[in-house]
């Protein structure tokens, strides 16, 4: 049988379809990537903003079209959306044949579908976290957290992933290790805030270090940070460490001291230009990104303004900005949500147009130096790559320069994306 999963949301998304993928192939099944030859089609969903949801129902319009056509097709829904509006869905879409949200573990989601499809070897696992099969054979994703104990009054996540939970310490370095085995050379260590793991009494500088020990790992990514818990440790173990990847992606959310407190961010704006110093002190020719969000219940004309002059003076090398849209159980959504539409619409494209000239800037000053380069991958007509910064390079080069890390000369850039030269391998 033929299936596809069409992922809607974040990085852990990406990681729970990657490990029901793993599952299904060793179960026979075939992975296919255009809905019209699949027998089973699976969505995987995000309720973190408006625009995620909307997408899934677009997508499942499409799919229930399909399956008028071919009523053997089956149609599954899974995560954030599928664990908050389960009845609206199977009310909305009477052709879905299998709803599983949030509180169903990966083992569990495989099962029943395996169950749906009437293919009984059942997945079992005495753990929650298995291990991946990206498509991307250098880079793989490590979970290292679920969940989210935080509760941004604007958030979701806590109501529909849980409160975090951190894995086991030795089952992460395990993992690493099986995956530099199999011919990795970076893993990305990822959840909701990974500054803020503690497993036993290890945390995540003692995770970064222990990982750094992997001789064949060649560099050590990771996502999202919390301002909250990024301490002067965590700064000068980044920059201590070659392997470390000196991107940090840092969500700002806003310059106004009193739109963080309604967000209940807990730090002040103050606190956090304090953190952008000490990352730039410490660590030579970091990248820093950033999320934000406009339109904020109460954001004011000068609440905005604080935002995107705080933009202009950190001059973030890129950022994702987002209109608020309330979300349900959050403490914001009892706000009253007063900023227009066309309000928050322009002062998106406001911060998007600063965002951009700042990052053309950036790569306009990258052209005509050396940038260390990890080779990920081939698409048929260059090979692809990321700086240690994280910016995306293509270079010319055939196959066998996969997973190499490579000095890169930087002949071109355009805002996303740099073009450079093989200069040799390190």
């Given amino acids: 049988m033929r299936y596809i999963i069409q992922t809607i949301g974040c990085q852990m998304n990406i990681c729970q379809s ?44 499409r799919v229930c079209d399909l399956k008028q056509k071919n009523e053997a097709v089956k149609i599954i829904v899974i995560g954030c959306m599928a664990q908050r509006m389960k009845s ?29 499809i009437n293919i009984n070897n059942e997945v079992e696992s005495p753990v929650e976290f298995l291990d991946l099969n990206t498509n991307n054979e250098v880079s793989k ?32 370095i395990e993992e690493c290790r099986n995956f530099s085995k199999q011919g990795a050379r970076e893993v990305i260590l990822l959840g909701q805030n990974v500054n803020s793991y503690n497993f036993n009494g290890f945390n995540f500088v003692d995770l970064l270090k222990e990982v750094s020990k992997i001789s064949s790992i060649k560099r050590i990514s990771f996502m999202t940070n919390h301002p909250k818990d990024l301490t002067l440790d965590l700064i000068q173990t980044i920059a201590s460490f070659d392997k470390i990847s000196k991107h940090v992606h840092l969500p700002l959310q806003s310059g106004s001291d009193e739109i963080l407190k309604k967000m209940n961010r807990n730090y002040t704006l103050a606190h956090y230009k304090n953190l952008i110093s000490l990352l730039r002190q410490n660590i030579k020719n970091i990248s820093i990104t950033t999320d934000v969000i406009v339109g904020f219940p109460s954001e004011t004309d000068e ?12 001059a973030f090398d890129g950022l994702y900005v987002f209109k608020y849209s309330p979300r349900p159980n959050t403490l ?43 080779i990920t991958a081939f698409n048929g007509r260059s090979l692809e790559g990321q700086t240690e910064t994280g910016r995306k390079v293509f270079m ?31």
């Fill in 88 to 116: 609206k869905i199977k009310k909305r879409f009477k052709q879905v044949d299998l709803i599983i949200g949030t509180d169903r573990e990966t083992p569990e989601i495989v099962n029943q579908i395996l169950q749906l």
């Fill in 18 to 61: 990657d490990e029901i993928s793993k599952e299904l192939n060793s179960k026979g099944l075939i992975k296919v990537l255009d809905r019209e030859s699949a027998d089973i089609i699976i969505l995987n969903t995000c309720s973190v903003r408006a625009q995620a949801e909307q997408k899934a129902f677009s997508f499942l319009g």
């Fill in 396 to 426: 010319e080069g055939g196959r066998e320069n996969i997973g190499k890390l490579c000095s890169v000369f930087i002949t071109s850039a355009k805002i996303n994306s740099l073009f450079g030269e093989i200069c040799n391998e390190i």
């Fill in 303 to 314: 609440d905005f303004l604080k935002t995107l002059e705080t933009i202009k003076e950190i």
């Fill in 332 to 374: 914001a959504a009892t706000f009253i949500d007063d900023v227009s539409q066309e309000k928050k619409k322009e002062r998106l494209a406001i911060i998007l147009k600063e965002s951009n000239d700042i990052s053309q800037k950036i790569v306009a000053g990258m052209v005509n130096t050396k940038q260390t380069v990890l």
């Fill in 141 to 172: 994703f490590v979970t290292i957290t679920k969940g989210c104990s935080n509760y941004c009054s604007y958030c979701v996540v806590p109501f529909v992933r849980g409160k975090e939970r951190a894995r086991d310490f030795d089952e992460i």
